[in-house]
Each structure stands twice: as structure tokens, then as C-alpha cells.
């Protein structure tokens, strides 16, 4: 089975801290991605990557940067936290291919920015 | 008072009875359909998938049901159990870009 780890599952950070949020993946995917998750509004993408070293900008990047420097990992990088930056995040991977195929989800990082 | 985009439209349902779980997909040229399910304080979890050349798939206890005419998704869940309690949500994907656009979901809550 696909694992997607997320190292931590949950954080709490201070307005204006920088905060890092690791995934990795064990089964050679292609794709990785970074939603957030607030309630009512459902899943919300922020970064995605195809390939080592690529990265694409999802549908609210905005304060957020990521990095993929191996297959396995994709990092999402808050640069200052802000309160409204409180959320669950999710990372997710896929096998590759241009069309749309399942995603593997890990089980969330909650992230509370005092 | 409260958001009402804070509250998940929720089934409730008695545990043997049969879940249908409704979606409407917002664009006509998606082609890959997916269903989750969210347990509390977990990831989503993959259910079921289906591609638009299909109308019906079917799992293990479950079965999607595609009518691109209506733009609508569902899935049924047959003898539900309280283990099938969780959110549940869709996902549509294809058409000019190969993301997946999600859901809100639906809360889905079993009666012993």
C-alpha cells in the first residue's frame, strides 16, 4: 500500500514564525501536492509538482513556497505565519501521467499560527 | 449568528439501511470522477473512482453512479454501518487540467 507520511500531526507556531511541513512518500510517485482544509470550504490546493525540482502554483499559493529536492518529499514552507494560516494540511502524491488519476492522501498536519 | 458554509449537509441513515450520497460537478468536460471518505482527524481515503466512459462501477459495497447528461455523482453504500460514518466528498478531474477539484462533502451519520 501507498504511505504518505506527514511528519507531524500537530503544530502550533507563533504569528510571524517560519514554518516548515514535511511529506514523504514511499512508492515512487510522480506527483505531489499540498491542500489545506478548512470547514465549508473543503479542499483547497496550494502547490503541486510533477517532477524533482518542479512546482506549479495551485489555487491559493499566496504565503506559502514549497521545495522537492527528491522524488519522495515535497516540503510546504509557510515564510511568515499568519493567523489566517490556520488550517489542516494535507499532502497527497499520485503515480504520474498527464490525466487525472486517485491521490494518496497522508492524515493531516493541524496547524493552529497563535 | 453562524456561516452557513460552516455546516456539511448531512445523511442520516439507520445501520443495514442503503446510503445515497449525491454530487453535482460543475464542468462538462471533467472525465475522471472520484469519491472519498474522511473519518475524524484523518486523511481522506480512497473509495471508488470512475471514468466518464462508464456509467456504473461498483466495489464492495459500494457503487458509483455517473449521469454526465445531469452532471451529477453518486455513490451508494449498501447495508451501511456505523463504520461508514465520516465525511464523504467527490472530486472531478480532466477537462483543460489534470488537478482534481474537490467537494465540500457530506456528513454522513449512522443510527445503531
Known amino acids: 500500500d501507498v504511505k504518505v507520511t506527514q511528519s507531524s500531526r500537530y503544530l502550533v507556531k507563533r504569528t510571524g514564525e517560519k514554518v516548515f511541513l514535511e511529506c514523504v512518500q514511499d512508492?515512487?510517485?510522480?506527483?505531489m501536492f499540498w491542500y489545506r482544509q478548512d470547514p465549508g470550504l473543503g479542499l483547497r490546493l496550494i502547490y503541486f509538482s510533477y517532477d524533482v525540482k518542479m512546482k506549479e502554483k495551485g489555487d491559493i499559493p499566496e504565503g506559502y513556497s514549497v521545495s522537492r529536492e527528491k522524488k519522495e518529499r515535497f516540503s510546504l514552507i509557510l515564510e511568515s505565519a499568519s493567523t489566517n494560516q490556520t488550517s489542516m494540511y494535507l499532502c497527497?502524491?499520485?503515480?504520474?501521467?498527464?490525466?487525472?488519476?486517485?491521490?494518496?492522501f497522508g492524515s493531516g498536519t493541524q496547524l493552529s499560527v497563535l | 449568528g453562524e456561516s452557513v458554509g460552516l455546516h456539511l449537509p448531512t445523511l442520516s441513515v439507520q445501520e443495514g439501511d442503503n446510503s445515497i450520497i449525491n454530487c453535482a460537478y460543475s464542468?462538462?468536460?471533467?472525465?475522471?470522477f472520484i469519491w472519498y471518505k474522511q473519518e475524524s482527524g484523518k486523511g481522506p481515503q480512497f473509495i471508488i473512482d470512475?471514468?466518464?466512459?462508464?456509467d456504473k462501477r461498483q466495489g464492495q459495497r459500494v457503487t458509483v453512479l455517473l449521469n454526465k447528461t445531469v452532471k451529477h455523482l453518486s455513490l451508494q453504500i449498501a447495508a451501511t454501518q456505523p463504520g461508514d460514518s465520516a465525511v464523504y466528498f467527490c472530486a472531478e478531474g480532466g477537462g483543460a487540467t489534470n488537478k482534481l477539484i474537490f467537494g465540500t462533502g457530506t456528513l454522513l451519520a449512522v443510527q445503531p
Open positions: 464542468n462538462s468536460a471533467s472525465d475522471y
Open positions: 470512475i471514468r466518464s466512459n462508464m
Open positions: 497527497a502524491s499520485s503515480l504520474s501521467g498527464a490525466r487525472s488519476e486517485k491521490l494518496f
Open positions: 512508492m515512487d510517485h510522480e506527483n
